[in-house]
């Protein structure tokens, strides 16, 4: 039962995290000169670290080592750049992807 309940508190506790790292990720789109790397690696890695700890006791080795990939990917800084840092004359990758996050955690358009 505790193992359950343990389970049961790591998605919890997973979904918190990850609904954070969109919301964040919506702000930085919505709130100009607000993007802070360093706060969103923390929610990156907050985010990875939930989702081992779900993942380990169920999968194997093979399979934490291909989320720490995504998330080392995810934070890479030519990604972060590219999706974060204003590009002159061409839409922004966040101009396309923010939209879609926010309406994915509030269920319409804002």
């Known amino acids: 039962l505790s193992s359950g309940i343990n389970a049961e508190y790591g998605l919890k506790q997973m979904v918190k995290r990850f609904s954070r790292l969109i919301m964040t990720i919506v702000t930085f789109w919505e709130v100009a000169f607000s993007y802070d790397e360093v706060h969103i690696r923390q929610q990156f890695s907050e985010v990875e670290e939930s989702i081992v ?27 972060l750049t590219a999706l974060f840092q204003p590009a002159e004359n061409q839409t922004r990758h966040l101009d396309r992807l923010a939209p879609m996050l926010r309406d994915y955690m509030f269920g319409e358009k804002q």
């Open 53 to 79: 700890a779900v993942i380990r006791p169920h999968l194997t080795a093979k399979s934490e080592k291909k989320v720490r990939f995504v998330f080392a990917t995810l934070t890479d800084n030519r990604i």
